[in-house]
């Protein structure tokens, strides 16, 4: 597709259960990043990857959260034990370079909306 | 370390009324920063940037930003006001070449009367 894919777009979780979140970066875009956005929040990085490399992790709230991108392309964050503090809405961005840090534009898929009950 | 502060989370004005949404940053080193809009239940969509050149950025769907640096800020104004503008709006940072992630900040929602 022409955009940054995320599936599923709602997950509801039983508290104590893992979920596996998807992310199909556009074609070619080097760099990935994970943000979580809480109810009414703006987005907080959670991890960052270029190419297969995840070169910055220092978001992930706890060891319950984990993220891979084992070809360079499809990326999945998993997060273990939910509880319902992870109750967010979990954004998936993209871009052409190293990083935004050149000025180069996110691309943002619509964010799967997690719900921990 | 750098920080955004978007004063005043819910702002409301008139169709055809101006609208100013206010951004000011904390950064060690000159930043580049963006405002992304977000519609209900879409991602995020990039509206404009600074990064260094033009002080005054224009963006998408007639809406501007200038660059202060001695008032570290980054505000969003569009000189009339649409129905199709209500949305949230994120004002984020960036440091050059340093940094790879956005910090943004806790958002605006633009809400719009008839």
């Known amino acids: 597709g022409a955009g940054v894919s995320q599936s599923p777009r709602y997950k509801v979780a039983k508290r104590g259960q893992d979920v596996a979140l998807r992310c199909d970066p556009i074609s070619g875009h080097v760099s990935l990043f994970w943000y979580q956005q809480a109810l009414g929040q703006g987005p907080e990085f959670l991890t960052y990857?270029?190419?297969?490399?995840?070169?910055?992790k220092s978001g992930l709230p706890s060891d319950r959260f984990f993220a891979e991108r084992p070809e360079g392309s499809v990326s999945t964050l998993k997060i273990q034990r939910t509880q319902q503090e992870d109750s967010a809405v979990y954004l998936c961005?993209?871009?052409?370079?190293?990083?935004?840090?050149?000025?180069?534009?996110?691309?943002f898929g619509q964010g799967t909306r997690l719900t921990v009950v | 370390a750098q920080s955004v502060t978007q004063l005043g989370s819910h702002v409301s004005v008139s169709e055809g009324a101006l609208v100013l949404l206010r951004c000011n940053y904390s950064?060690?080193?000159?930043?580049?920063l963006f405002w992304y809009v977000q519609y209900p239940n879409q991602g995020l969509q990039l509206l404009l940037k600074y990064t260094s050149a033009a002080t005054l950025v224009k963006g998408i769907n007639g809406f501007e930003a200038e660059f202060k640096k001695s008032e570290t800020s980054f505000h969003l104004t569009k000189p009339s006001a649409h129905m199709s503008d209500a949305a949230e709006y994120f004002c984020?940072?960036?440091?050059?070449?340093?940094?790879?992630?956005?910090?943004f900040g806790g958002g605006t929602r633009l809400m719009v009367k008839p």
């Open positions: 961005a993209s871009t052409t370079s190293r990083g935004t840090s050149t000025g180069t534009e996110a691309f």
């Open positions: 990857f270029q190419n297969e490399a995840q070169l910055d």
């Open positions: 984020a940072v960036t440091r050059p070449y340093a940094g790879n992630m956005l910090t």
């Open positions: 950064s060690s080193v000159p930043p580049y």
